[in-house]
């Protein structure tokens, strides 16, 4: 199921679709498993009133493990070597998340062979949401 | 930040790889993940973000008997102070993962964290903007370096939208 180092070029491109109309209650999972339980990102009254946020947001790493759904479905799994992002824009209840790899190069370390990919997840309006990097040791 | 015991329990994977909407069964079915090259379960890539769940006195879980910063009978728990952050003790504007070794099903992690770079940059909206980075190193039972996670957190002084 791992990516091959033989099936893979630089400018390949991989995306799905990792959330659709993000739900307030998907974040409470997120919140619930993680245990980040910053009331910012469940607790509308806290977020409006007392933060002066329009509403709750999702938390930048339920972003960035939706996105990393993305990069296993692609790379496989236990391939990542590395992974890293920016959280670019909020994400709000609604959303609906599109990420994407895109290979950028692709070398030979020790014997393996790593891709790299640059990440980006964008939201329905197309505002980029994460911006990043990720690299995966392919199979032969 | 330290965690003196990160136990890779079954449960929370499967409850983290729901959290994040991934149906890879690789997260949910021993049998399955045995006959995969990896062997077990694993952890998800962001997975060892959870850690917080193990440490004693992280600030963004409510403790038993202690006031709480979000809503109940009023909008927060707490008195709020005049100035500081925007609210929510801060934004996590970056994270970096340098993987080393899998993180399977029965692990013993530990992790410990030190302070990296700090800087300050002007905002747009949000006035000064704050920046700090903080290093964790998670280890396993038998002491390799698993993964090494990069946070930087940044704290405005209102707060920050994107819009």
């Known amino acids: 199921m791992a990516l091959q180092a033989s099936r893979v070029k630089v400018g390949d491109v991989y995306q799905e679709e990792v959330c659709n109309n993000l739900s307030r209650t998907q974040i409470v999972q997120y919140a619930g498993a993680s245990g980040d339980y910053n009331p910012l990102h469940t607790d509308e009254i806290f977020a409006t009133q007392v933060a002066g946020y329009p509403s709750v947001f999702a938390h930048g790493m339920l972003s960035m493990g939706m996105t990393g759904k993305m990069l296993t479905n692609y790379v496989g799994d236990g391939r990542l070597t590395a992974y890293s992002v920016r959280f670019t824009a909020q994400v709000f209840p609604g959303a609906t998340l599109t990420a994407k790899a895109t290979v950028t190069e692709i070398r030979e370390v020790d014997g393996d062979m790593i891709a790299d990919m640059a990440v980006s997840t964008t939201d329905e309006e197309g505002v980029e949401v994460i911006r990043g990097k990720a690299s995966a040791r392919l199979d032969p | ?163």
Do not use: C
């Not at chain 2, 080393?100 to 949000?126: C, F, M, V, Y």
């Not at chain 2, 700090?132 to 002491?143: L, M």
């Not at chain 2, 370096?145 to 209102?158: M, P, S, Y």
């Open chain 2, 1 to 163: 930040m330290a965690v003196k015991n990160f136990p890779i329990e079954a449960g929370h994977i499967m409850m983290f790889a729901r959290s994040i909407g991934d149906t890879n069964q690789i997260y949910y079915d021993a049998e399955h993940a045995a006959s995969t090259d990896q062997g077990a379960i694993i952890a998800p890539p962001t997975f060892v973000q959870s850690s917080a769940q193990f440490e004693p006195d992280y600030f963004l879980r409510p403790k038993i008997g202690e006031a709480w910063f979000g809503s109940g009978k009023t909008p927060t728990g707490i008195t709020k102070k005049e100035g500081g952050s925007g609210g929510g003790g801060g934004l996590h504007a970056e994270q970096h993962y340098v993987y080393h070794l899998p993180i399977q099903l029965g692990d013993q992690l530990t992790a410990t964290t030190k302070p990296g770079k700090s800087w300050n940059k002007e905002g747009r909206r949000g006035g000064k903007l704050m920046f700090s980075e903080s290093v964790t190193e998670y280890r396993n039972q038998k002491g390799e370096l698993v993964v090494t996670a990069t946070g930087v957190g940044v704290r405005t002084e209102h707060p920050a939208t994107s819009e």
